[in-house]
């Protein structure tokens, strides 16, 4: 902690101190004000925690604030107040678990109304629960607590969430969240476990939105299942969150400041429009600020990053005695249509191997098959002897298999240095902090684009996303690299330098299947080429060889631009 940051330091315990000292002078009011602060505080940033840089928008806040209210309304009587709160963490996290199991496959839209309507079962559950079981729709909650000390815990909790955003967001954990909402697919081949990734968050952030309704839950002294699981919230944390941000730990904070005060204004005068004015603030919100205020402040604002100078530690590569990759009798089916037909081939360490043919022959698929993005419908890959068909991207990743897309896919909002540092941060042997800082500036040094680490990627032209893409790849330290059409669009001179780059790699001992249309570039760098049609392999053997087969040239004539 350097000198520098005393100024600031003393400051934020000044606050503090007054923000603690808050309920010994304030009036009634005024104190309830205060605590609706604190506990759209703790929600809006847990929210943003988890829904900021995965983008998936959750509506189930309510949902987990309810089970907190309730689980004092069962337990707060028998249990110590200390405890009643963990085991309020705990079921929300187990049932956070739950939920993220069954949704977190889900996207977009979908995911957002299943957790909406994810919140209306549960709320659903316990009333058929409290009618059928306990006798009653509501509960009376005896738990003393004071007002002041209901303030003083959620404080606690506000510089809790804090701390753990702060943290999170220093970690692996926190950059894989990134990637995950900037591309998951990527992600994925990235060697990130993009299920486990989103769980944990998804479970934290539930932690404290349930301790969050724990603590609120005295406030009451009656409550049932429409008081506890009112979805109004979740769209209140939502709004606020989107309007002050929810990509920065502080953003969401921007957003409450206002926003309670005018709910509170709101539905005070208006309650019967109250639901109606929340849509409309949400809709303004959404198409009007979509970063929130923090993205504006960063547009014009946007940070830089140095990367320390290095070079990649080249790991020496043992000769392999068998077949770096064999590829057994592989299926794939789409629909009726048969992509990849009984094809089988190998690859040995050290080669670059072309896999060319028209275009719909399946090349992409197989590619998408030895990565993981697929699961063959039959047959077997494997890689260094270990069978990884229908393997997870993310092991195979780890594994040693690295691949490129054929449309070019970089982590667009994310920094060029950082585009490197999501595999360079989840391989087999990850690295982190100053050394992952060092690798990628070597990798970024080694695929030409030394100088602009600092960038945005979507700032680079169409060349250097291609080489941003080679480098994320190489930052997985493969033994095999998947190229799919790394050369396509590129001009003559451009062209030259990729070749030259490709013939690099191989040099360093990296093993490449290269799916091409250049056949410039399949000549001088391939030593076998595999031919395909209409999902079956045609031909195998040397370019010279294999380019002037009758069968293949009639294949490739077939198509009018080949
Ligand atoms: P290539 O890369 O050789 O151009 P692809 O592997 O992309 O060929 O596609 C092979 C065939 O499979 C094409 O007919 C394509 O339309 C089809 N195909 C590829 N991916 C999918 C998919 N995800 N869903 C349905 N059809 C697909
Ligand atoms: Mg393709």
Redesign the pocket.
């Known amino acids: 902690m350097s000198l520098r940051n005393l100024p600031w330091l003393v400051l934020g315990a000044v606050v503090l101190m007054l923000v603690a000292a808050f309920p010994l002078v304030a009036s009634g009011y005024h104190l309830a004000l205060g605590i609706s602060y604190l506990y759209f505080t703790v929600l809006a940033t847990a929210w943003a925690l988890f829904s900021g840089p995965t983008r998936y928008i959750s509506l189930a806040t309510v949902a987990f604030f309810g089970i907190g209210a309730y689980t004092v309304a069962v337990v707060g009587e028998v249990l110590p107040w200390g405890l009643v709160l963990v085991v309020a963490a705990l079921v929300g996290v187990v049932v956070a678990l739950i939920v993220g199991l069954s949704t977190l496959r889900l996207s977009g839209i979908y995911f957002v109304i299943f957790t909406f309507g994810l919140a209306e079962l549960i709320r659903q559950l316990v009333t058929w629960y409290e009618v059928n079981v306990h006798g009653s729709v509501g509960r009376y909650i005896f738990v003393e607590i004071s007002r002041n000390a209901i303030y003083w815990q959620l404080l606690v909790l506000v510089l809790l969430v804090f701390a753990g955003g702060w943290l999170i967001n220093r970690s692996r954990l926190g950059l894989a969240l990134r990637v995950i909402g900037e591309d998951e697919t990527v992600a994925r081949h990235a060697g990130i476990d993009t299920t486990l990734a989103k769980l944990t968050l998804f479970a934290v952030s539930a932690a404290f939105m349930t301790v969050t309704g724990a603590i609120m839950a005295p406030r009451w002294t009656y409550i049932d299942p429409t008081i506890a699981f009112n979805p109004m919230l979740s769209f209140q944390v939502v709004i606020m969150a989107l309007l002050g941000g929810a990509g920065s730990l502080f953003g969401p904070l921007l957003g409450v400041v206002p926003l309670v005060i005018l709910f509170d204004v709101l539905s005070a005068y208006f309650p019967n429009y109250f639901s109606i004015l929340l849509g409309l603030v949400f809709i303004l919100i959404v198409y009007g600020l979509p970063q929130g205020v923090v993205g504006l402040v960063q547009k014009h604002w946007p940070r830089a990053l140095k990367l320390q100078a290095g070079t990649v530690p080249v790991a020496a590569r043992a000769a392999q005695p068998r077949s770096l990759l064999s590829v057994d009798r592989l299926r794939k089916t789409?629909?009726g249509?048969v992509?990849?037909d009984d094809l089988s081939f190998r690859v040995e360490p050290g080669e670059i191997v072309g896999l060319i043919?028209?275009?719909?022959?399946?090349?992409?698929?197989?590619l998408?098959m030895i990565s993981g993005a697929?699961a063959p419908n039959a047959g077997h890959v494997r890689f260094k002897g270990r069978d990884i068909s229908g393997a997870s991207p993310f092991k195979i990743a780890r594994l040693g298999v690295a691949r490129t897309f054929?449309l070019v896919r970089v982590l667009p909002t994310m920094s060029v240095a950082e585009n490197v540092l999501a595999s360079l941060s989840h391989r087999a042997h990850p690295l982190w902090g100053a050394d992952a800082e060092r690798a990628a500036q070597a990798l970024l040094e080694r695929v030409g684009l030394g100088d602009k680490a600092a960038m945005f990627a979507d700032q680079l032209t169409y060349i250097d996303q291609k080489r941003l893409e080679l480098a994320r790849a190489l930052a997985l330290e493969p033994d095999l690299l998947l190229l799919?059409e790394w050369l396509a669009g590129l001009n003559p001179t451009e062209l030259g330098e990729g070749i030259a780059l490709i013939r690099s790699l191989q040099d360093s001992g990296l093993t490449v299947i290269l799916?091409e249309h250049v056949m410039d570039a399949i000549r001088s760098l391939c030593g076998r080429c595999i031919v395909?049609n209409a999902?079956r392999k045609i031909a195998d053997g040397p370019p010279d060889v294999v380019l002037s087969d009758r069968e293949v040239v009639s294949a490739y004539l077939g198509e009018a631009d080949a």
């Open positions: 789409f629909g249509l992509a990849v043919g028209p275009n719909g022959s399946g090349k992409t698929t197989v998408n697929l054929q799919d799916v395909m999902g």
